[in-house]
T-cell receptor, first 117, second 113 residues
């Protein structure tokens, strides 16, 4: 089975520009998560989708970040306008919706390394 | 709230040395505990997990035991290899409903021949 796929793997943009990150979860996984690691710090939770609905978006840093998951398949995370502090690695993960799923870890993608200059 | 504290890196070892990466946590209730690994150029991979006190997770020669009394989940390996060089993340997840992972800052391991 294909894993979680993220595009692009790297992105370098100027401050003030817009960037859109994409995540394709494992087919059939209802849960999709976005996490971010700023250099040298913890990997922090951003957002959780269950199918197309936002289950928890308490980790979104501000309104410059917009996540969507139309149709409950792939998801996009748009940063507009990007600021220097948005630089980091953005990870996407997915998991199945089943009883006891909270006992397991997720399947993560390789991440998108975003650099804002 | 939940938090995870890991030892600072980088940890530099020679091949075949013994490895310990310390991890302690703060959480309400009894969470599940995980170690993830990120090899250079790759994504996060689940290395091992433990879902209740005294459980031992193990994989690829790595082990970690869920210690409720010390709120710890230290990662150990008896003999590291160069291929173990990576960043290791300790994490926890609450055992109910939809819950997210809380990570530590990660510990870089560098193993030299």
């Amino acid at each position: 089975e294909a894993g979680v796929t993220q595009f692009p793997s790297h992105s370098v943009i100027e401050k003030g520009q817009t960037v859109t990150l994409r995540c394709d979860p494992i087919s059939g996984h209802d849960n999709l998560y976005w996490y971010r690691r700023v250099m040298g710090k913890e990997i922090k939770f951003l957002l959780h989708f269950v199918k197309e609905s936002k289950q928890d978006e308490s980790g979104m840093p501000n309104n410059r970040f917009l996540a969507e998951r139309t149709g409950g398949t792939y998801s996009t995370l748009k940063v507009q306008p990007a600021e220097l502090e948005d630089s980091g690695v953005y990870f996407c993960a997915s998991s199945q919706a089943r009883e006891g799923s909270h006992l397991y870890g997720y399947t993560f993608g390789s991440g998108t390394r975003l650099t804002v200059v | 709230g939940n938090s995870v504290t890991q030892m600072e890196g980088p940890v530099t070892l020679s091949e075949e040395a013994f490895l310990t990466i310390n991890c302690t946590y703060t959480a309400t209730g009894y969470p599940s505990l995980f170690w993830y690994v990120q090899y250079p150029g790759e994504g996060l991979q689940l290395l091992l997990k433990a879902t209740k006190a005294d459980d031992k997770g193990s994989n690829k020669g790595f082990e970690a035991t869920y210690r409720k009394e010390t709120t710890s989940f230290h990662l150990e390996k008896g003999s590291v290899q160069v291929s173990d060089s990576a960043v290791y993340f300790c994490a926890l997840r609450r055992n109910s409903g939809y819950s997210t992972l809380t990570f530590g800052k990660g510990t870089m391991l560098l193993v030299s021949p």
